[in-house]
């Protein structure tokens, strides 16, 4: 997938968070990123501070966008609001939290 880097570094970015300060952000993400061999499922768990491949039942927020889309999100040459009005991601949820994640990421 293109856009390992980018999980590579949500990973160490939530690995990097302290358990007991504060928090930006609380929630739960299914990132659901199509590429050239499938699609990827990726929980990002910001209340659980974890990061694992796989599905979770009733996350905060939903994602469906493509390997190159999610690089251009996670690099932040597009942002959220653009990417969801363009129709270049699909998503259930909040797209305030979601853009949160971005910018504490």
Not at 7 to 25: H, L, M, N, Q, T
């Amino acid at each position: 997938m293109k856009s390992d880097a980018v999980v590579e570094k949500i990973k160490a970015r939530v690995a990097g968070i302290d358990a007991s300060g504060p928090r930006k952000v609380l929630g739960v993400f299914q990132l659901n990123i199509v590429a050239a061999d499938g699609t990827h499922e990726l929980v990002v768990d910001l209340k659980g501070l974890k990061v694992y491949e796989g599905k979770v039942d009733g996350a905060d927020v939903v994602i469906n966008i493509s390997d190159e889309d999610f690089i251009a999100v996670g690099t932040k040459s597009v942002s959220v609001h653009d990417a969801v009005e363009q129709g270049k991601v699909k998503m259930t949820g909040d797209e305030a939290l979601f853009q949160a994640l971005v910018d504490a990421i």
